[in-house]
């Protein structure tokens, strides 16, 4: 399976990105979707969750309310929508893809965003 990141970039204090994760060599709609972050010398962090079911979701309590995570099965492809950003939101955002009670996952490349004036 493989999961190809896209949409960082610079945006300014308060603006808005949307990050996009395209899947492929996996059944799609089996799997958990989550976007993770990580800074130079810090661990990767969850951000925000998606699960297929239900399509209940988990925030980050740093981002909730200002980002959103959603899925387009059809699609085979997760999204987070980043608003209100901060300097603070500054990092690499990788997509990964697991399958709940199996060791199957999957993570993307990353794609940098950098939020400053």
């Known amino acids: 399976g493989q999961l190809v990141e896209s949409g960082g970039g610079l945006v300014q204090p308060g603006g808005s990105l949307r990050l996009s994760c395209a899947a492929s060599g996996f059944t799609f709609r089996w799997y958990v979707m989550s976007w993770y972050r990580q800074t130079p010398g810090k661990q990767r962090e969850l951000v925000a969750r998606?699960?297929?079911?239900?399509?209940?979701?988990e925030y980050a309590d740093s981002v909730l309310g200002r980002f959103t995570i959603s899925r387009d099965n059809a699609k085979n492809t997760v999204y987070l929508q980043m608003n209100s950003l901060k300097p603070e939101d500054t990092a690499v955002y990788y997509c990964?893809?697991?399958?709940?009670?199996?060791?199957?996952?999957?993570w993307g490349q990353g794609t940098q965003v950098t939020v400053s004036s």
């Open positions: 990964k893809a697991n399958r709940p009670l199996t060791s199957s996952n999957y």
């Open positions: 998606m699960f297929s079911s239900y399509g209940r979701t």
